[in-house]
């Protein structure tokens, strides 16, 4: 029991602190409202999920291993977080028929595989928290389950703030100093695949 308190403790953190998720979970929530951003709050439970299975099976080791594939994944991910700050920053300047679509269920679950501080999350849970007296397979799967079941309210929280934020982005001035701000932030991230 201990354990699962502990696992619980360390999603909420990991989970709830600023980062490429939060971010762009907040912005979307600020651009799209809640309701049409729950698909990537369950879509980044889903992909950390799937990434903690993923890292008690190996692949944390193996792009560990391969610093080709490791230096590719951070090419990738900091290029396309900075195409999501660009995307950002044009959001309170461009009509909302030309912004892009709020992110979907596998789309979000998608994001954690170029998404360093998923990684870090998934593989710290997983080789830290897997109960000993279970079977490698199902304490996995417990970490996993327990992960996905914590992420879904902290990312909530982050949805629903950059909701309630919408009601105050009445001005295009306003809307464009948000957008701006979250896009700085967002681009801020970067650096923190290279640390």
């Known amino acids: 029991m201990d354990e699962l308190a502990a696992l619980v403790g360390f999603s909420f953190v990991s989970s709830v602190t ?3 998720n939060n971010v762009l979970l907040w912005a979307s929530g600020a651009r799209f409202g809640f309701r049409r951003t729950v698909r990537h ?3 980044t439970a889903v992909g950390l999920g799937t990434m903690a299975l993923g890292a008690a099976a190996g692949i944390a080791a193996l792009v560990s291993a391969l610093p080709a594939l490791e230096l590719a994944m951070k090419v990738a991910g900091s290029a396309y977080l900075l195409f999501l ?3 950002t920053a044009m959001a309170g300047t461009l ?3 030309v912004v892009a679509r709020p992110f979907g269920l596998f789309q979000a679950a998608a994001f954690q595989a170029i998404n360093p501080k998923a ?3 998934a593989l710290g849970a997983v080789t830290t928290f897997r109960p ?3 079977p490698v397979v199902a304490g996995s799967v417990l970490v996993a389950a327990t992960m996905m079941v914590v992420i879904v309210p902290s990312a909530s929280l982050w949805a629903a703030g950059g909701g309630a934020l919408a009601r105050f982005l009445e001005g295009e001035r306003t809307r464009q100093l948000v957008s701006l701000g979250l896009a700085g932030v967002l681009a801020l991230t970067v650096v923190t695949v290279w640390l």
């Open 119 to 121: 990684w870090i999350f």
């Open 41 to 43: 709050v369950v879509g």
């Open 95 to 97: 009509d909302p028929g």
């Open 18 to 20: 600023p980062g490429p």
């Open 132 to 134: 000993d007296g279970f």
């Open 85 to 87: 700050a660009w995307q």
